[in-house]
């Protein structure tokens, strides 16, 4: 099958991250058993979620893996021009969700992993599709013990997310966390007598957000990437039930982008701190008042030598030499510090047109994948 028939395909499934991706991988799977691949599913609890890994060629030696999730993001309040979850052709465009947040990748991985299935390969091609990588990197965690506990593992990994087919050798890590701030209610009119867990919770993000200034002007800098310093950012925050109740209670939820020089334990370590001492000094009068703050979900960073020999060899797979750092996280800080597999990122497409109405990526951009799949077959029938 052509990539753009199985883009097509793919672009069918609403394999949103809240709902199952199951059909989808089915899918896939049976295109690579019907060839020959070994194919092994690696689902999630409920069965309504898997991981695909598959392996076509020997399967005594490591070799090159492509990764890529299947979850996109959801649709509903963005103004389409085109259905969503059909994909349309347009001026040399490829219109759908998913189609440069991942699917495109994922297509041409999956045609070459076909093409592959045809010749007599030295160093064998290695597939995995994740689900749940938009809600942070979530359901790859298993398909990586599985090759954790496995007497081979790849070589080289290619996480296909969008980089104009640039070669990218790093992204920040992210830790996100969930603060609740726990006060006493009382009538608004008497204010002053109680304490407003609103407050409270604002207090707190007002450390954040000096802890930020501080970063930004004398932390860590790395000027490969767009922002070139350690972020924190609150992006969430409830609490109260009406205007006359000073409320009990308020959380927000933040997170921490970082740059492998900075330990986001110890940044998380140093807001813990200042809220305890800041609790401390309400429960005089509040002996109820509360902070705790949980992490719901962390990654680590990507950050690979340049001058590596996976950057080296996908140089010459695609035919770019220069190499940058991607903004968005990608499960390919889990691939090289959880595996020690030597991992860039590199897909068709621009991240530019991800999240976004009428996501799209060229038909320009899908033949230089397939241009780098085939040049990647190549070597594989030779042997690394």
């Not at 991800?354 to 230089?368: F, R």
Request: negative net charge; glycine residues 8%; charged residues 20%.
């Amino acid at each position: 099958m052509q990539t753009i028939d199985l883009l097509r395909d793919l672009i069918a499934f609403p394999t949103v991250s809240a709902d199952p991706n199951l059909d989808l991988i089915q899918y896939c799977e049976t295109l690579l058993r019907d060839v020959g691949a070994q194919v092994e599913l690696i689902k999630d609890p409920s069965g309504q979620k898997a991981n695909l890994y598959a392996t076509i060629g020997p399967l005594d030696r490591p070799g090159v893996l492509l990764s890529g999730h299947t979850d996109v993001v959801p649709v509903v309040g963005q103004d389409w021009t085109v259905p969503p979850f059909e994909m349309t052709e347009r001026d040399g465009l490829l219109l759908g969700r998913g189609c440069a947040d991942m699917k495109g990748f994922v297509a041409s991985a999956m045609a070459a992993a076909l093409r592959a299935a045809t010749l007599d390969l030295k160093t064998p091609l290695h597939l995995a599709l994740s689900y749940d990588e938009e809600i942070g990197c979530v359901g790859v965690r298993s398909l990586i013990d599985m090759l954790a506990a496995a007497p081979i593992r790849p070589r080289f990994c290619i996480v296909g997310e969008p980089t104009s087919m640039q070669v990218a050798t790093g992204h920040k890590g992210k830790t996100a966390a969930r603060l609740v701030a726990t006060g006493r209610e009382g009538h608004s009119a008497l204010a002053p007598s109680v304490l407003n867990a609103i407050h409270m919770a604002c207090d707190i993000i007002s450390f954040i957000r000096d802890l930020q200034e501080k970063l930004a002007a004398a932390g860590a800098r790395d000027p490969a990437y767009d922002v070139p310093y350690t972020t924190l950012h609150v992006g969430m925050i409830e609490g109260g039930t009406a205007l006359n109740i000073v409320p009990n209670r308020s959380e927000f939820l933040f997170e921490i982008r970082n740059l492998i020089e900075d330990d986001p334990q110890q940044l998380l370590a140093h807001i813990r701190d200042h809220a305890a001492s800041y609790v401390q000094g309400l429960r005089k009068n509040f002996p109820q008042a509360d902070i705790s703050i949980d992490v719901t979900n962390t990654y680590p960073p990507l950050n690979t030598d340049p001058d590596s020999d996976v950057v080296q060899f996908v140089q010459g797979l695609s035919g770019h030499d220069a190499t940058l750092k991607v903004a968005f996280g990608t499960e390919g800080g889990l691939f090289s510090s959880r595996l020690d597999v030597p991992t860039v990122v590199c897909g068709p497409g621009s991240m530019a047109q991800g999240h976004k109405p009428d996501e799209y990526v060229s038909v320009a951009q899908l033949a230089a994948c397939d241009a780098m799949m085939d040049a990647l077959l190549q070597r594989l029938v030779v042997g690394l």
